[in-house]
């Protein structure tokens, strides 16, 4: 981390119990894309991401496998940490919840709500999932399930209770003040129209299993799983120690990016934890689609989950990243199906980019020797290409300012469907012979243009991108944002010979 204005990212912390698939790998990449720009934008970023792993689920997994939770938890969180490694994750912190550093945490804001008034001992009795670690009101269950189509549970137990009901006003003057709290527009609503319904109390304690953050002072109850996972949050920059420099840098986070399955846990129940405790709110919190995979709902039965080995076996980790990124607009569901992904990798990745600098660098081989060549006075297209090129960083700002992510990425896209244009309208081939000046000036601007290409589509294809920039000789203090107006190529540089950044996928040959 290094100086500039901090930004605080958050994935939701993964349950244990399932082995990492496409949709965990989605929230990631997506959160990695976002931490990347800020970071070349000059930003301090802490991004968080981490493993869920007390309550009756986990604990349920853990017998099933033989193993007591604990080990349990320790050999299978690190499946989330490959993972990251294998989708090219820069988090800058990684938190399990059965660390002393969040138990600590998950006690202090217990004992906060508590010194407010705002728990009481119950009696619950309801229907609760333990798929969902979720309590459903009679009126949600529909054929003898939850919302969710999940499995539900009748539970009677004695209870701690958190005073959500008195939290709804308060809520709802918290959405309207703050509109950008909730993204995109549709869940916003789904979370008023939730709240403006009216607000129950929240059950935040368990009294029939052992595996989870024991209550302060009575210990036979354990807390309800998302005020301990909700916490880790808070725990990861220092929390229960408010004059922390971490806390007081980052805090309130400016992103939690979850799945649009566990919006209500972070739109209403979180944000009533936070405020009764007198801490602020997180700024904003956007909830993506699902993943269907070729059509269908991923599912055990089926066995379509695929494992984030399979797909960076099969299409690389760029590939597979830029995809996500691009096919759909985020916050919709979408479908990841094999004929997509190669349309993706063989269209915008092989034919577009990757020919652009293909074509565009061997031609400074084979005309310049392999030197930046010097550029003369400039024409109308040059500057028109130019302007498209310098005119990206700052709609992609806005963009990602939004999680816009496809929209940034077709504006990068359409820079370099102008640069293709430029190379045929220009023809540089031919001004080989017939004018050699020009010639230069022609590959200086494409090969700058390229510099700016390589260095914005950082956040989303980093390995290709850093592959690129090496062969336009960049020094690696020279691929922020800030290098893109303050370093043009500089004349007579010598490059490196250059290899194809994105490879076409080419389908195995089936034998009729
Ligand atoms: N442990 C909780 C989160 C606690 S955060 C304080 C949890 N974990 S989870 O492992 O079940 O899910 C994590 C994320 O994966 C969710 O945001 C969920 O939306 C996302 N996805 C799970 N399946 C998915 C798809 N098929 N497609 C896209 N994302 C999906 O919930």
Known sequence: MSGGTPYYLTTPIYYVNDSPHIGHAYTT???????????????????LTGTDEHGQKVDKSARAAGLDPQSFCDKVSENFREMGRLMNISNDDFIRTTEPRHIRASQAIWEELERAGE???GRFAGWYSVRDEAFYEESEIKDGKAPSGAEVEWVEEENYFFRLSAWQDRLIAHYERHPEFIAPRARRNEVMSFVKGGLKDLSISRTSFAWGVPVPGDPKHVMYVWLDALTNYITAVGYPDRESADFRAFW???????GKDIIRFHCVYWPAFLMAAKIDPPKRVFAHGWWTVEGQKMSKSLGNFIPPQQLVAEYGVDAVRYFMLRELPFGNDGDFSHRAVVSRINGDLANDFGNLAQRVLSMVQRYCEGRVPAPGPLEPADDALFAAARGLLAKLRAEFAEQAFHRALEL??????????????????????????????VLYVLAETIRHLAILAQPVVPAAAARLLDQLAQAPER????ALAAHPLAPDTLLPKPEGIFPRYLEAATTA
């Open 119 to 121: 728990i009481y001992l």
């Open 29 to 47: 990449v997506a959160c990695d894309a976002l931490a990347r720009f800020m970071r070349l934008d000059g930003r301090r970023v802490m991004f």
């Open 479 to 482: 691929r922020d944002f800030a």
């Open 252 to 258: 309130p986070a400016d992103l939690h990016m979850v």
């Open 412 to 441: 990068i896209w359409h820079v370099v469907a102008e640069a293709n244009r430029y190379v045929d309208e220009q023809a540089p081939w031919a001004l080989r012979k017939s004018d050699p000046a020009r010639l230069a000036t």
